[in-house]
């Protein structure tokens, strides 16, 4: 884990916890997955199935507001997050599997560090589309 972007979400957010964690996980997991180009040559969209403290993971690391107009919320209940590259088409849905009982900590430590990403999320394709973007 990148620990000066650990630490710039810690000081967006106001503290460390587990749910931060998720969302700045699932940000870097969706980057691998899309090949995104964070330097602004991709146009990156991502609806949050929840509104916890993971969003502040994903506001962060893949620079999505609202304000931007690229962060969207549906209320489905999960730690679900559909990331959409508007440049190439790409999409990917990461949903948070049940994880083994810790204390808070070692979740925290355990979701920053886990190398495999599939102990941690299902990847699929979102089950929706995006509208088509009118310039």
């Not at 979400?9 to 964070?38: M, N, Q, Y």
């Not at 590259?85 to 009982?101: F, V, Y």
Request: hydrophobic share 40%.
């Amino acid at each position: 884990m990148n620990v000066e972007l650990w630490e710039k979400c810690v000081t967006f957010h106001g503290h460390h916890c587990p749910g931060l964690a998720i969302g700045v996980r699932a940000s870097l997991e969706a980057i691998k997955a899309l090949s995104l180009d964070l330097a602004g040559a991709d146009q990156i969209v991502c609806v949050a199935e929840n509104e916890s403290c993971s969003v502040d993971g994903i506001r962060v690391v893949l620079e999505c507001t609202g304000e931007k107009g690229n962060l969207f919320f549906i209320k489905g209940g999960k730690q679900a997050f559909s990331v959409f590259n508007q440049t190439t088409g790409a999409s990917i849905r990461l949903i948070l599997k049940e994880l083994p009982p810790m204390e808070r900590d070692e979740m925290e430590a355990f979701l920053l560090n886990e190398p495999d990403a599939t102990k941690l999320f299902y990847f699929e394709k979102p089950h929706f589309e995006l509208p088509e973007k009118h310039n």
